[in-house]
C-alpha cells in the first residue's frame, strides 16, 4: 500500500481527498498544525501534528512514514486578509513550501501534487481561462500560490522533482455522505457564510459589493465540487506514478455563476428567504474567474461528477444542518 503525506490534511479539500485516497486504497498520512485544520476531520490515516515551517518534526515524520508521494494542500487562504498581512501569507504559504521542498529533496521523495488557484493568472482576459493565460496575480494570496508553483518548478529542475498543480477554482460542497464538510474560522466562502443565515446562526448576509462588471453587478466565480477536486488529486498521482511529466491543470467546470445567483440557490435549496444587505467590495477581488478545463479532461481523463450548483449547495446544506462546529 502507497503510503501518501497529506500537509494539510485536516482542512477542508485535504480531508476529502484523504477520503477518497483510503477508499481506493492508499495510505494517507495526514500532516497539519490544526491551525486552521480540525482533529475531528482526520478520519482516514494517522494524524501526525505540526508545522511546515519545523522542518526537523516534518523530517522526523517522512523518516518514519516513507510517503511515495506528496499532496501539498496547506496554506492560508483568506484572499483579504492576504491584502492586509501579505507577511503572514508570504512567510506560511512560500515559506512553509520552501521548507516542504527541502525536506522532500533530502528524503529522496520525487512525486509532488500541489494545490495552486486560479488567483495565479488575476484579471481575466477572455471569458474562460486556460493555463496558458497571463499570470498577473490581484492579490498577496495570488502571488504566494503563483511562487510557490515558480519553486516547485524550480526544484524539478534542480532535483528532478515531477509535479503537478493543480489550480482550483471555487471550491464547493460538502461529502455526500455527510461524514466531513467545509468549517473555516472565520469562514469567509460564500457558500457557508450564506447557509450560516438559513441555520439562523446569523441575521442577513452581507455580500462584497454590487457594482462589478457582471450581469447583475456581483462577482461571477466558477464553482467546483469538494469531492471533484479530491478526484483530480487521486488522479494526478497517480498519472504522476504512472510516469506522466509535470504539469498544471485548471479545475473548473466552466460555468461561472454570479453571488446572487448563488443566494437564489440557497433560497430554492434551504426553502429559507435569506436576507441580504450590500457591504463594501474586498480588496482584491476581480469581476470574473471561470476555468477552461480541457487539459484536465484530456490528459488526466478527468471530468466534474457534481457540477451543478444546485447539487452542491444541497450537498452543503446537508453538511451544514447536522455540524454543531
Known sequence: MKKILVTGGAGYIGSHT???????????????DLSTGYEWAVKWGDLEVGSLRDESRLLEVCRQHKPDVVLH???????????SNPIKYYGNNVGGTMSLLKIIQQCGIGHLVYSSSCAVYGVSESLS??????????????????????????????????????????????DPGGQIGEAHLPE?????????????????FTFNGNDYDTDDGTCVRDYIHVVDLAAAHLLALEYLLNGGDSQAFNLGNGTGYSV???IEAAREVTGHAIP???????????SILVSDSTRAHEILGWLPSRPDLATQVEDAWRWHKNFDG
Open 73 to 83: 494542500f496547506a496554506s492560508f487562504i483568506n484572499v483579504g486578509e492576504s491584502v
Open 129 to 174: 481561462l486556460r493555463e496558458n493565460h497571463p499570470q498577473a496575480p490581484h492579490n498577496p494570496y495570488g502571488w504566494s500560490k503563483f511562487m510557490c508553483e515558480r519553486l516547485i518548478a524550480d526544484f524539478e529542475r534542480a532535483f528532478g522533482l515531477r509535479h503537478v498543480a493543480l489550480r482550483y477554482f471555487n471550491a464547493a460542497g460538502a
Open 276 to 286: 441580504t444587505r450590500v457591504g463594501k467590495r474586498r480588496k482584491g477581488d476581480i
Open 18 to 32: 484523504c477520503k477518497l485516497l483510503a477508499e481506493n486504497g492508499y495510505d494517507p498520512i495526514v500532516y497539519d
Open 188 to 204: 469567509t466562502h460564500i457558500i457557508p457564510l450564506v447557509l450560516q443565515v438559513a441555520k439562523r446562526e446569523c441575521d442577513v
Open 260 to 262: 446572487q445567483q448563488v
